[in-house]
Nanobody
Framework: QVRLVESGGGLVQVGDSLRLSCEAT?????????MGWFRQAPGKEREFVAR????????EINDSIKGRITISRDNARKTTYLEMDRLEPEDMAVYYC??????????????????WGQGTQVTVSS
């Protein structure tokens, strides 16, 4: 069993920065898991945001938001972070943490991820 709990969402202004956290629990979770973030805006499909490998040495970020996104992880805390800068109205969505027990391609395919959190809402106000 793996449980992922997101936090850090909320209401922000255009241009603000925000950091989301995802804490993993459960006996089946291992620091070898690949961690990722997706987001889903109303009426749209779930969209890949970023992923990070166990060591943190390899990351992949959606090209459309590269430059404004940083993904990182603290294996000792079993926590993955998503930092977003210069937030735009288009960033408003529910952000989901996700995990998989081994690296799969393509990262943007929802079916390549085993575990999902409940999501945290990010609202961007102009």
């Amino acid at each position: 069993q793996v449980r992922l709990v997101e936090s850090g969402g909320g209401l922000v202004q255009v241009g603000d920065s925000l950091r989301l956290s995802c804490e993993a629990t459960g006996r089946a979770f291992s620091s070898t898991f690949v961690m990722g973030w997706f987001r889903q805006a109303p009426g749209k499909e779930r969209e890949f945001v970023a992923r990070i490998t166990m060591s943190g040495g390899a990351t992949e970020i959606n090209d459309s938001i590269k430059g404004r996104i940083t993904i990182s992880r603290d294996n000792a805390r079993k926590t993955t972070y998503l930092e977003m800068d210069r937030l735009e109205p288009e960033d408003m969505a529910v952000y989901y943490c996700t995990a998989t027990n081994y690296l799969r391609w393509p990262a943007f395919s929802v079916g390549n991820w085993n575990f999902w959190g409940q999501g945290t809402q990010v609202t961007v106000s102009s």
